[in-house]
């Protein structure tokens, strides 16, 4: 058992030599070329060249023996790997062709499919398996498949700084649409790390974390030993990336996109572009709705240079700032229609919804309000807090309705949402002791009915923010 238990790791490990034992029936050694870590594996052959047996203490010999695949990873030097994974981008690219010809049905449906099926998840137990340096130039070519079958998805022709917000996590206003050659040095260090068999000496894995360390920040940064002491997961590791990719584009972004891009990573923004599509949970945007809330969410151009149809005065903006805080759009009352609850009469405002007994028998007068973080009054403030516009919406309202409130004998809560989707400090509270009543009444874990509010109330505000800007003119 301890020899099979040996065999197994090395198997796993991918390490200098992988043995074969004849007990098994198999066959004789088999020694991978260049070896993938350059340790020891107390592996050694015997004098006549036949099988050998396992020695703690045994010196290892360099070999140069045919190369190999183990469930499904190349096992040899950079040449081989780099054949193997050719061959993979070919197949990967029939993969990629298939998605594109979904776009032509259901562009949202197939975005969809490109983040969850199409892309980094589809490759990853090979990052996971294969040297950073023998394969990371492979999957730059991935990544740029990726970013070509993106671009035909959604007609964009995306510029760097917008792909790179892309390839981030939703959390924080990306895609999810990851880089494979970025992420796989957090793959590999946490797949070898997780082995028992990790060794200082491993050249390997210290290739992998001095690449891994030039992405992040020097206080994220990693070292041989804490890695082997305390083997971090791969998510942690991918976080550290992301969140170095998302800072560098901050620091280097106008006031506008330093505000958007602070909206766009708040928390459940991005809820929207993590719902499944599906248009009978009314979590679906049609296909010029989808890529218009792209351009929009990336900081493309959206509109075209013309008149707003509803404000003639105004000229609309290229980035489709305008239209989605016209107050034509009527955004807050196709919210209100998402939220799912019903709105009081117009002579007892001040509520859009009235909730009776929300508090200790008294109603509670819910007024949902959306606001811009990137108007002229807002945008300083918003380029520097996430959330500011939202929580001077909230004190707007409590200085409008307060006193009206109180008279009623009603708790006055403005619920306030940026167009980006963060929403206010009270309407996440608000949320927050809905999602438990539900939970509760579903027998459902509270996140998982939290993420269903969100997601729809987002998808709500996206659907309004597209065709508020499609009705005044696309430029998609």
């Known amino acids: 058992m301890k020899k099979q238990k040996k065999l197994s790791a090395v198997y796993q490990n991918k390490s200098e030599k992988v043995v074969r034992d004849d007990d098994d029936g198999v066959g004789q050694n088999s020694v991978c070329n260049d070896g993938f870590f350059g340790v020891n594996d107390g592996f050694y052959e015997s004098d006549d060249g036949g099988p050998g047996e396992y020695d703690d203490n ?44 979904v776009a032509a ?22 990052a996971r398996t294969t040297p950073t340096n023998l394969c990371e130039d492979s999957l730059k070519f991935f990544d740029e ?45 946490s797949s070898v790390a997780s082995l028992e068999m990790g060794n200082p000496d491993n050249t390997h894995l210290q290739q992998a974390i001095l690449r891994f360390n030039a992405r992040v920040s020097p206080q994220d940064s990693i070292t041989m030993e804490s890695v082997l ?84 005065e105004l000229v609309l903006d290229p980035l489709g700032h305008h239209a989605a805080s016209c107050r034509h759009a009527h955004l807050s009352v196709r919210v209100e229609a998402g939220f799912g609850l019903s709105r009081v009469q117009r002579n007892t405002r001040p509520a859009d919804v009235l909730v009776q007994d929300w508090v200790r028998g008294s109603p509670a007068a819910i007024d949902i309000t959306v606001t811009s973080p990137l108007t002229p009054a807002m945008l300083r403030d918003a380029s520097t807090s996430a959330g500011s516009a939202a929580y001077a919406a909230e004190c707007r309202k409590h200085e409008a309705n307060d006193t009206k409130c ?62 508020a800007i499609l009705v005044r003119g696309s430029a998609a």
């Open 229 to 312: 002491n305390s083997p971090p997961q791969q998510k942690s590791l991918s976080q550290k990336l992301d969140s170095f990719a998302f800072h560098s584009l901050l620091s280097s972004a106008s006031l506008v996109n330093k505000a958007r891009m602070l909206s766009v990573s708040s928390p459940h923004a991005s809820s929207w572009i993590t719902a499944i599509p599906s248009p009978s949970l009314k979590l679906h945007l049609d296909s010029a709705e989808y890529q218009t809330a792209i351009r929009w969410w990336l900081g493309l151009n959206t509109s075209k240079a013309s008149p707003c149809p509803f404000c003639p």
């Open 406 to 467: 109180q008279e009623l004998g009603w708790t006055c809560i403005p619920l306030a949402v940026e167009t980006f989707g963060h929403w206010g400090k009270e309407a996440q509270a608000v949320f927050s002791r809905l999602a438990s009543f539900i939970a509760i009444h579903r027998a459902s874990p509270k996140s998982s009915v939290l993420n269903e509010m969100y997601s729809r109330l987002n998808m709500s505000l996206v659907r309004s923010v597209a065709r």
């Open 105 to 126: 049905v259901d562009l949202h449906v197939a975005i969809s499919l490109l983040r969850m099926c199409g892309g980094y998840c589809k490759l990853v137990h090979l």
């Open 145 to 189: 498949e990726v970013r070509l079958c993106f671009s035909s998805c959604v007609a964009i022709d995306v510029p760097d700084p917008q792909w790179q917000q892309a390839q981030l996590s939703p959390k924080l206003g990306g895609l999810g649409l990851h880089s494979l050659s970025l992420h796989s040095r957090a793959a590999f260090i």
């Open 58 to 101: 045994a010196s290892v010999k360099s070999s140069i023996l045919p190369n190999l695949e183990i469930l499904g990873a190349p096992i040899s030097d950079i040449v081989h790997c780099s054949r193997f994974f050719a061959e993979k981008h070919n197949n990967f690219k029939v993969l990629l062709r298939a998605i594109s010809n």
